[in-house]
């Protein structure tokens, strides 16, 4: 290759890395309405000089005293290029030293840049982070860190009910984008041909869903041996019958190249806690998942369980002779258990056949562990945390908040 093709290769992955960063600031701001502003092309130079010190974006949050985060965008890490930064920032912040405006300056890259420079990436992060090298810069982090972090910060002020609703919607709403992205189609496809040109914030995810449903990706820069021609997706999944909403929030139909097309519908786990509520309603609902007769003892304990609202309270009762049973009896269907709390298995209120998940995606890092089958998370589950819960059951029993006696709540443990 030329060095001036070189050169041109090197411009247009600099100026797509950039692009999708603006993408991704305006796209954040339009879809959360969050009360930012940003400012594209900073400059900031010295009294009576030249404003000679430039930053690509400077994001101000204005319910924080207007406080600022400058952002550089690279499409790849390189120390030459890292100490220009470096210098940059340093005098920045000499600059704002009376204000005390500047809060944060980030080096940011995509998420979908090679393996390679993901471990150099984390290196130099590494090294910012040290105790032994004084950096001007917070850190380097992705695009997809960066639109985290962003949430967290204009967040950092609203009620934890309000703001896990937001964030688990966002979630949603990022999966069906994720999903039908057409740079993450190409950057599996043949991601050395396109990685360029193709910069995505999400292509991580991307390939950790479509390597969770058995199609293979390409290796080491190869033609993925399942081609995607096209992916379409949604969250607008219909209610159960008798209202409520089903376990699935994302259902997607992928199209490859050389097989049928495939269906699956996700459950999306959006949190950073070890424990979550996974389940509330009627415990007749649930007594009809698990097949109980209506007169079998178990279901007589469940009763008395959802009456009292807490093995505690049932201990008191003076029905407490139902707490043996439910220690005894449930563990023998852990399995089905599981299958209804956390894919809505087993339900009668599902009426169509989206709303019956069979996968689930931990929205936290893309990671090996990110997206499961179901079968094989049901096994995993069972595994992991069968004695962590109450009544030899992997769940924690309780009930929702005002609505002891006429409801039961479940809560899960994540693979945090």
Same mark, same amino acid.
């Given at each position: $290759? @030329?060095?001036?093709?070189?050169?041109?290769? +090197?411009? $247009?992955?600099?100026? %797509?890395?950039?692009?999708?960063? &603006?993408?991704?600031?305006?796209?954040?701001?339009?879809?959360? /309405?969050?009360?930012?502003?940003?400012?594209?092309?900073?400059?900031?130079?010295?009294?009576?000089?030249?404003?000679?010190?430039?930053?690509?974006?400077?994001?101000?949050?204005?319910?924080?005293?207007?406080? %600022?985060?400058?952002?550089?965008?690279?499409?790849?890490?390189?120390?030459?290029?890292?100490?220009?930064?470096?210098?940059?920032?340093?005098?920045?912040?000499?600059?704002?030293?009376?204000?005390? +405006?500047?809060?944060? =300056?980030?080096?940011?890259?995509?998420?979908?840049?090679?393996?390679? &420079?993901?471990?150099?990436?984390?290196?130099?992060?590494?090294?910012?982070?040290?105790?032994?090298?004084?950096?001007?810069? #917070?850190?380097?982090?992705?695009? @997809?860190?960066?639109?985290?972090?962003?949430?967290?910060?204009?967040?950092?002020?609203?009620?934890?009910?309000?703001?896990?609703?937001?964030?688990?919607?966002?979630?949603?709403?990022?999966?069906?984008?994720?999903?039908?992205?057409?740079?993450?189609?190409?950057?599996?496809?043949?991601? &050395?041909?396109?990685?360029?040109?193709?910069?995505?914030?999400?292509?991580?995810?991307?390939? /950790? =869903?479509?390597?969770? =449903?058995?199609?293979?990706?390409?290796?080491?820069?190869?033609?993925?041996?399942?081609?995607?021609?096209?992916?379409? /997706?949604?969250?607008?999944?219909?209610?159960?019958?008798?209202?409520?909403?089903?376990?699935?929030?994302?259902?997607?139909?992928? @199209?490859?190249?050389?097989?049928?097309?495939?269906?699956?519908?996700?459950?999306?786990?959006?949190?950073?806690?070890?424990?979550?509520?996974?389940?509330?309603?009627?415990?007749?609902?649930?007594?009809?998942?698990?097949?109980?007769?209506?007169?079998?003892?178990? #279901?007589?304990?469940?009763?008395?369980?959802?009456?009292?609202?807490?093995?505690?309270?049932?201990?008191?009762?003076? &029905?407490?002779?139902?707490?043996?049973?439910?220690?005894?009896?449930?563990?023998?269907?852990?399995?089905?258990?599981?299958?209804?709390?956390?894919?809505?298995?087993?339900?009668?209120?599902?009426?169509?056949?989206?709303?019956?998940?069979?996968?689930?995606?931990?929205? =936290?890092?893309?990671? $090996?562990?990110?997206?499961?089958?179901?079968?094989?998370?049901?096994?995993?589950?069972?595994?992991?945390?069968?004695?962590?819960?109450?009544?030899?059951?992997?769940?924690?029993?309780?009930?929702?908040?005002?609505?002891?006696?006429? #409801?039961?709540?479940?809560?899960?443990?994540?693979?945090?």
């Amino acid at each position: $290759m @030329s060095m001036v093709r070189e050169q041109q290769i +090197k411009y $247009m992955s600099g100026a %797509k890395s950039n692009e999708s960063v &603006e993408t991704m600031l305006v796209d954040l701001k339009k879809d959360m /309405a969050l009360n930012f502003s940003i400012e594209k092309g900073y400059t900031e130079g010295y009294p009576n000089m030249e404003k000679q010190f430039k930053m690509d974006y400077c994001i101000v949050f204005h319910s924080f005293d207007d406080t %600022k985060w400058l952002i550089k965008s690279a499409s790849s890490v390189r120390s030459d290029r890292i100490y220009g930064h470096e210098f940059f920032a340093q005098n920045i912040r000499i600059i704002d030293e009376h204000t005390k +405006k500047i809060e944060k =300056i980030f080096v940011v890259v995509p998420d979908s840049i090679t393996s390679k &420079e993901t471990n150099e990436a984390k290196r130099y992060s590494d090294k910012i982070n040290s105790e032994t090298y004084k950096s001007f810069l #917070s850190d380097i982090i992705t695009m @997809s860190r960066l639109r985290d972090l962003i949430i967290e910060k204009c967040m950092a002020e609203v009620s934890q009910g309000v703001r896990s609703n937001i964030i688990g919607k966002d979630a949603e709403l990022r999966a069906v984008q994720l999903l039908e992205d057409k740079k993450n189609w190409l950057l599996w496809n043949d991601f &050395e041909s396109h990685k360029h040109e193709a910069k995505s914030d999400t292509f991580p995810w991307f390939r /950790a =869903i479509m390597t969770g =449903i058995g199609a293979q990706p390409g290796v080491d820069g190869n033609i993925s041996s399942d081609p995607i021609d096209s992916i379409e /997706a949604n969250d607008d999944i219909p209610k159960l019958d008798g209202g409520g909403f089903p376990k699935t929030d994302v259902s997607f139909t992928v @199209s490859f190249h050389n097989r049928d097309k495939q269906t699956y519908n996700i459950t999306i786990k959006k949190t950073s806690r070890g424990r979550v509520t996974v389940h509330e309603g009627d415990v007749d609902d649930l007594i009809t998942a698990l097949r109980l007769n209506s007169d079998y003892k178990l #279901s007589s304990a469940l009763h008395a369980f959802q009456k009292y609202g807490s093995e505690k309270h049932l201990r008191e009762s003076n &029905e407490a002779y139902h707490v043996d049973t439910l220690y005894s009896e449930l563990p023998k269907h852990n399995r089905e258990l599981v299958e209804f709390a956390l894919f809505g298995l087993h339900s009668w209120r599902i009426n169509h056949p989206s709303q019956l998940a069979n996968c689930v995606l931990f929205k =936290i890092d893309p990671n $090996m562990d990110c997206f499961w089958l179901r079968d094989e998370y049901v096994s995993y589950y069972l595994n992991a945390f069968q004695t962590k819960g109450q009544f030899n059951t992997p769940f924690q029993w309780t009930y929702p908040s005002k609505k002891r006696g006429s #409801s039961f709540q479940l809560k899960g443990f994540t693979n945090i």
